[in-house]
């Protein structure tokens, strides 16, 4: 059974941090590309940024704010985001994919950014 588990959501005021972990099992962890998608209210869910051994790539929306990280040993894929804003305001989703073999999410966890 594979699964993801999010952590870390919650509501944050502008330009604050939170960082989203997400566990994966050991079973795919290694050979998958991990990514977070996050989907705001009426609309369509959206790439964030993915992390594979080659390198990282993120939404122009998040660069240079997000930085996402992987933990090989504790088989854990990681989102800090910081200088949040309202826009960021969405339920944030983890993902383990390998190309045109297998895709998996997680439950989603909400982050609202809002004063």
């Known amino acids: 059974q594979v699964q993801l588990v999010e952590s870390g959501g919650g509501l944050v005021q502008p330009g604050g941090s939170l960082r989203l972990s997400c566990a994966a099992s050991v079973s795919i962890f290694s050979r998958s590309v991990m990514g977070w998608y996050r989907q705001a209210p009426g609309k369509q869910r959206e790439l964030v940024a993915t992390?594979?051994?080659?390198?990282?790539n993120y939404a122009d929306s998040v660069k240079g704010r997000f930085t996402i990280s992987r933990d090989n040993i504790k088989n854990t894929v990681y989102l800090q985001m910081n200088s949040l804003k309202p826009e960021d305001t969405a339920v944030y989703y983890c993902?383990?994919?390998?190309?045109?073999?297998?895709?998996?999410w997680g439950q989603g966890i909400q982050v609202t950014v809002s004063s």
């Open positions: 992390i594979t051994s080659g390198g990282t």
């Open positions: 993902n383990a994919a390998q190309f045109l073999v297998y895709t998996y």
